[in-house]
């Protein structure tokens, strides 16, 4: 599965930051069937499933084993998966994160950190090209404090607006939609707009929905990515309120 079908899908991404402490006596057999259960019920009006790496982490091997399945499971069900690690290292490190998490795990997408420079995201982008992926690099990110860094000034433009501009220029040239995207938080709804005028070929993560009083976004190659707002709404596990928050967006 190419994770840019996932561009022709409803424009809501599903994210799944479980909780083993809302989920009763015996979490991972909880979170497994519930998720199972929700990926299936919002199948029809998801784009793609976002699998947050550190609540996985958290849960140790365990829960990198329900990790893998999880994954394979929204795979079955045709959904596309981005795994969010926010992954970026040296160029043999960067390889190796791109084999575990777009070949290794069942994921078709990977959230990456520009912070060591372009030749470091070059590993993830070259994965992406041979297994169909789609590598999102965090641009604008959704915090109160994402302007300490990613807004100071570069010749007399945000450094998050020069680095949308340099990932555009890695894929130029090819048609239609690029292998590299942006993560930019729907907390800074003038910034999504932007990055969407700036680079109109580039995939648009954008995170914060819901909880962080992130909008909806109708943009053409805008995914908009809410974890509790629909895996936890009203701060629990519970499918039908999530199939009605799945309306309500889309
Ligand atoms: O890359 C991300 O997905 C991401 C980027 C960003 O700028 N802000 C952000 O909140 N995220 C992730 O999106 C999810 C947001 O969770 P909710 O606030 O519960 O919807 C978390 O998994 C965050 O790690």
Excluded: C
Excluded at 204 to 221: D, I, K, S
Aim: glycine share 12%.
């Amino acid at each position: 599965m190419d994770f840019l079908d996932a561009l022709k899908r409803p424009p809501l991404v599903l994210g799944v930051d479980p909780r083993p402490e809302l989920h009763g006596r015996d979490p991972l057999a909880h979170i497994r069937s519930y998720t199972l259960a929700l990926m299936e019920a919002l199948a029809p009006r998801l784009a793609a499933v976002k699998f947050q790496l550190a609540f996985f982490e958290a849960l140790g091997p365990q829960g990198m084993g329900l990790l893998f399945e999880l994954a394979s499971g929204a795979r079955v069900m045709g959904l596309p998966v981005l795994f969010d690690g926010k992954r970026g290292d040296i160029g043999p490190t960067a390889a190796a994160y791109a084999r575990a998490y777009l070949e290794a795990f069942p994921g078709s997408g990977l959230t990456v950190n520009p912070y060591l420079g372009l030749d470091a995201l070059e590993p993830f982008l070259e994965a992406a090209r041979r297994t169909g992926g789609a590598v999102f690099v965090l641009v604008k990110t959704s915090n109160p404090g994402s302007g300490f860094l990613q807004d100071l000034p570069v010749e007399g433009r945000p450094l998050w607006e020069r680095l949308l501009e340099a990932l555009a220029a890695l894929e130029e040239g090819q048609p239609g939609w690029s292998r590299v995207g942006g993560v930019v938080g729907g907390t800074y709804p003038e910034a999504v707009r932007r990055a969407r005028a700036l680079a109109p070929r580039l995939p648009l993560l954008v995170p914060g929905l819901g909880a962080q009083g992130g909008g909806f976004f109708r943009e053409e190659g805008v995914l908009n990515a809410a974890s509790r707002a629909l895996y936890y709404p009203g701060g629990r596990p519970d499918l039908e309120a999530a199939l009605k928050a799945a309306e309500a967006f889309v």
